[in-house]
RNA sequence: GCGUCCGUAGCUCAAUUGGAUAGAGCACUGGUCUUCGAAACCAGGGGUUGGAAGUUCGAGUCUUCCCGGGCGCACCA
């Protein structure tokens, strides 16, 4: 049942009878943010007001008069300029209440009418470095949407296009190749590739800096310094406005400067810490040509060389296990993990039909797709013949489309890819893939306590594994000092380490999806630990605390939930969480059309809010009659229920205790 | 330079995509355990939504111009 989709309904007939095309606005009608404008409200009669040219209190009126909501609401009222409000009856709430009451699995949330099939493509770690805390958004969010849509009844295909075929697999061979342990490598094969991945990269790191990257910056700094000098000849202007705009270009210039000279001395700092590294400072002077040298490697496993081919498959599988331990432990299941490599062979095809199509234009010894004349384009074959991302992402289109034929296909990639995206969208359509929905669902950055991107202090990605070894480690602290002041502990070291498990995970997942997936946020430890506000922890109490009342009374709630024992609303607080808790539905609905899961946090945190009244003003263990208790400890059931599902949805799990 | 996103309470974030008096948590002040879990709850103070103008019944949200930032812009992914 979806509360709000049956009022739309309703109002889309009522629109049509008044006017052709007025149905339209049947969307307008949304929760209400205040209660005292009733549970919904309806705001389509000031639209519809300006295009009929008519006082919008009237066309609300009329509105009202074709609307058939009897047996829903009480009689729609009209406020202000023209809002109808609504107020569900409280026998229709108790009634579709009831109904969930026996209903284990779905909990009252509908199949969607018009189910559809989603490709949503998600985490896409490179399996040759460990993944960091960079891809937390990417699964957390593509992992919580496979779990909505599917709920609501849609056919979800989850597919994890792995890193397997790029340059960081030509570091790790150039790295077995010349530096391999070969003892360390039969004893941990994960953790002797990571070591040779990191060392590899290091030294090529090195040299970048040197060659390039340095070279580079003293030439900005020439160049910038030198303007600076014109710009000093340029202060006698005469217009105000324009020495004004002179002034300011003038001290951005300045901050520039500062800014490009400490990066300088950091970048020369770091040459000379691996330098005198007794042990990089040798192998960097040694191996002066790694950078071409890994490329190089990189290629030959792409041409099909023996040795290096063979290297990859033995390097491949112990790489996909070490992901795999961080899938599992953040419960996180992918039903292909189709990588790069398996559309190593489909690439030239790609090109070659473009090229057909007359899509592709050579320039500058790149075969290229022209989009928009002045924007740089969507290069699919480098000027030495390789092949790229965008040839990739291409071949990984025809194959989905070919193999699924999905309605839509969802990217959940961080923000900094848009335009990539964009050129990878237009190059579709113009392909001929014209109906599929495509959609980039992008994110902001995690950020660390100083506003900057979350970095270790070196100033190295923080790794995903460490970071949820600390979040489990703080969530067992807190546990474990909370129970011990207790009278009698509740938890057995056991139970605790378990709870710690949960709670720890489930902090770094909800933080995550509490906040809008678009903008940044800064990733907190204790913020996302506490027990008040808007956390994982805060609902995961909230869980046990509803279902400690079942021990406490020792009911059997199980039984009761078949026993048909009837509920009854008698408070305005027991009224607002039985509206909450038919407002799941309607909440997954909307996280599905925009893909944004904060909604279902927000819900989630709204619902244990009217929990929390309706505890403190309805005894429900000591209600006046047996009656009224049932029905009390249903919609304790109820919520409980609904929280653990809510956070399922999430990829959470709750606890009895804690 | 071009493109794009952002600026909301002291701090961290919301705001149903143009709806009614901009909401939470932290912090601050005060109140709740002799009745269901106080890891909690309730109440209070705190805002020119970066600034200015405009569009309209109605703007945090749309337009224009400023101020301040993030990110991306040809052969990496």
Redesign the pocket.
Known sequence: MNLLADLRRRFRIALELLDTGAGEVA??V?????PK?GDY?A?CA??LG?RLGRPPREIAQEIVDRLDVADLCDPPEI???G?I?LRIKDDWLLKNLSQKVPDQTQLGVVPTEQPRTFVIDFSSP?VAKPMHVGHIRSTVIGDALCRILRQLGHRVISDNHI?DW??QFGMIIYGYKNFADDQAFEKDTVGELSRLYKLVNQLVEYHVIREKKIPAIEQQIVELAARLEQMHDATELEDPKDRKKAD?RH?QAEGQLVELRATLDSLRNHLSAVENDSLLGPLASEHAQIGSAVLAETAALHAGDQTNQSLWDRFLPACLESIDETYQRLNVTFDHALG?SFYHDRLAGVVEDLTERGLVRE????K?VFLKDD???F?VQ??DG?F??ATTDLATVEYRMSEWTPDAMIYVVD??????FKQLFETVKLWGYGDVQLEHVSFG?V?GED?RPYKTRSGTAVGLGGLLDEAVERALK??CE??D?RDTP?LSQEQRQTNAERIGIGAIKYADL???R?????F?YD?ML?????TAAYMQ?SY??VR??FG?GDIDIDSLRSSGSPLQLTHPSERALALALLQLSETLQ?VAT?F?P?HLT?YL?ELA?AY??F??H?????AEDAGLRNSRLLLCDLTARTIARGLNLLGIEVVE??
Not at 518 to 522: H, K, L, P, Q, R
């Open positions: 969307d307008m949304l929760p209400s943010k205040d404008f409200q705001n000031m639209p300006k406020a202000g300029p809002f409000n490179n890193g790029g340059t300011k001290r790069e320039s500058e010894g790149a290229c924007d740089a384009p290069i480098k000027k390789a790229l991302y923000h900094r890819q848009s335009f990539h950055t950020l506003g807190i546990v909370n129970d002041a509740l509490a906040h809008n678009t903008s940044d946020y800064v907190s913020k506490a027990m008040n506000g808007n109490y046990a605390r400690s009342i406490k909307r925009d944004r904060n927000a945190f809010s929390s009244s505890f403190e309805c005894p429900v263990l000591k205790r804690m």
